[in-house]
């Protein structure tokens, strides 16, 4: 069974940073391409960054390019969002998510997107 775990919110000030762990289970994370997701209250869910499969390329939304950074760590089937400098307007609840057919781009587009975590919690306030 597919399974994608978030972690590592919280309540942070801004120009502070924080580190988002997706923990995935079920399957070998390496033949998969993942998607960070966030979304504010009152607002449609966006997309953050996106990690290949083939050669880890990256991508990122502008809102977020220069302080957040995608990494993989496949011997831990872990995918890692690092956030820095981070400001109230990155207040959101954050997903990661994988599909079969996802081709990494600054599209976002949700609907390659088959399972979906839980979700963690960012607040950035001062």
């Known amino acids: 069974q597919v399974q994608l775990v978030e972690s590592g919110g919280g309540l942070v000030q801004p120009g502070g940073s924080l580190r988002l762990s997706c923990a995935a289970s079920?399957?070998?994370?390496?033949?998969?391409?993942i998607g960070w997701f966030r979304q504010a209250p009152g607002k449609e869910r966006e997309g953050v960054s996106c990690i290949s499969s083939s050669d880890g390329s990256t991508y990122y939304a502008d809102s977020v390019k220069g302080r957040f950074t995608i990494s993989r760590d496949n011997a831990k089937n872990t995918v890692y969002l690092q956030m820095n400098s981070l400001k109230p307007e990155d207040t959101a609840v954050y997903y990661c998510?994988?599909?079969?057919?996802?081709?990494?781009?600054?599209?976002?587009?949700?609907?390659?997107?088959?399972?979906w975590g839980q979700g963690t919690q960012v607040t950035v306030s001062s």
């Open positions: 998510a994988t599909g079969d057919w996802i081709k990494c781009d600054t599209d976002f587009r949700k609907y390659e997107y088959d399972y």
């Open positions: 079920g399957f070998t994370l390496d033949y998969y391409a």
